[in-house]
């Protein structure tokens, strides 16, 4: 590796870090217990607003309304980082990581202002875990903003 | 769909050496094959970044010192009872190493010209405790070549080689993930499946090379975000 390559060199280092306890090890966990399936499903029935959704509709598809998403992206972020119970704390980062992922794939818009492979590799870690949609929603996600 | 962990050493290099020093010639042999793959190239990265970088070709300088210094009894006890990291250790002894190479050439110079002189005086070894930067960004390079080789290694055996080259395409080659998956034909969520792996391998590869470098596993985030730090 060359002098130039100091980027790489920091992204590689980075990757090298200790996964059991990030957030995003946590919701792989939540998803691939036994009632993952059901757990999401009931995750993704209600929005922040407490009104039941159609997420497949509203996330999966071109036709969310991109100030509902926005709306719903602040809620989830305040409920990743501030809910007192770790469930809570679960729905919030799934939420979180497919709003983003929608936007992203539907709507060519960045609702994070992290920097977008922070985001990309979060969506990749977690894609594989998710069923389908939810899965190759996060993964079209992470593409759309690469 | 992380693949299982693969362990290659003990939980620490302090370990792993003290074992093999009990084992006489044939564990000393071991250590210094592991060192020598290990930190030969940092060392030499190192020698040539260096003040001392006059005194010779950089393969015949790192080469006699680790002839030299590998060769006695003690000096792995000594690093063990140190509580240095191997690289510093090594990166200390080779500052020292270059002292005696300098004084030679010096007396050998001086007897040559008949110059009872010793104008120039003896170098200074720098403070190891600034030289520590210069040695811990060599380090980084050089481990992260090393991690990439192991991760490499490890997805080949177990047919996994797309896995590793889309991971290649995409961190060292700068190709955005969206053309690594139209390039390996595979769909977005393949692609992730892939990319996670290929991760896993190298994140378990770097761990290890930390391990044997003397790192704890408590210590891994903090050594890395460290070496994030140097080469900043």
Redesign the interface.
Known sequence: ?SDE??P????????????ATRPTSELRRRVSAADGNNWLAAVLATDFDGNPVNADCVLCTPDGDMDYLRSQYQSAKQCFHAAGDEDARMRGLLWYLLLMAAAAAHHDVMLSSQPSATV??A???V???LP?PW??L???G???M? | MDEPRRQHFPPTLNTWIGERLVGGTMGRGEINRHVMEAYEEPLRIYFLGSSWRTLGEPEEIVNGFLADRLDRAEFFTKWQASGKRLRHWLINALHFYLKEQWRKEHRHNAGRLDSGGDEDGPREIADPGIEDRVVDRTWARALVAAACRDAQTSCQADGLDDHWQLFIRHHLDGLPYRDCAAEFEVDPKRCAVMARTAAGRFREALQERLRQDGVSDAEFDEELMHLQEVIA
Do not use: C, I, K, V
């Open positions: 590796m390559d100091d790489a060199l920091r992204t590689l280092l980075e990757l090298g870090r200790t996964q990309t590799e969506l990749l870690e894609a594989p875990d389908d899965g190759d996060a993964a079209r992470a593409m759309a690469d």
